[in-house]
């Protein structure tokens, strides 16, 4: 009687780089037990992946490992990163969509070579709300009316203008940052929307411009503090620039 055939061992897939990109030896990936990190070559494009864990967490431990393992592969040429949890069936199916995918992966890789991705979030910031006060006849009108007139609904109608007021003040401080920041960086994309924030975008920089950038951003936040908080994140790996990707 023969024995079944073992069942395809699914594998966890950190990224897509060219078939000559080496990994650093001894990595290992995500999970508890983090399983040695190989490549699986298909014509010019090669896949990063380690077997998948059994169960798998967005932990911050596998989170970061994720991460970091795509910063150290973009340390020695583009890397198309995946987002966090990409699972293929097996190597098979991961070489068949390298091959269905290569010419847009090889142009994505282009795209991205010698480049990073760095994040910009605005949000709201009280440190105006004097200047609100004085700008804005709702605010003052309001304000006037729950000094007189103390009470829940008053205080409710306020706060909710100067909400308002202190979202529409960074929305245009917001606005000016964006452009001057586009205009350093080769491509600009818009996230999605994160509560509280009034922008999450992204830049793709050449990695020589990183300090320039980084530099223009202290800038601009010192010159809209009282209307915008900046909270820059990066370097990361591109994962809003790579279209086309496996």
Known sequence: MTAPAPAPQSVYVYGVVRASHAVPPGRTGVGERPAPVRTVRAGALA???????????????????HQDLALTL???????????????PDEEAVRRQLLCTQNDCLAALERVDGRIE??????PTEAGLGALVREDPEVSRLRTAARRAPG?????????????????RAAAAAATVLAELSAVADATVHGPEVEGCVLNASFLLDLRAQRRFEGAVERLA??????????????LPCYSFTEGRA
């Open 222 to 235: 010192a010159a809209h503090r009282d209307r915008a908080e900046l909270r820059l994140t990066g370097p």
């Open 74 to 88: 973009g340390r020695d040429g583009p890397v198309l990163p995946m987002r966090f949890g990409m699972v293929a």
């Open 118 to 123: 760095m994040n910009l979030k605005a949000l």
């Open 47 to 65: 896949a990063v992946i380690s077997d998948a864990p059994a169960r798998l967490r967005a932990k911050r431990r596998d989170l970061l490992a």
């Open 152 to 168: 829940y609904e008053a205080s409710v109608r306020l706060g909710e203008a100067v909400a308002r007021g202190l979202k529409r």
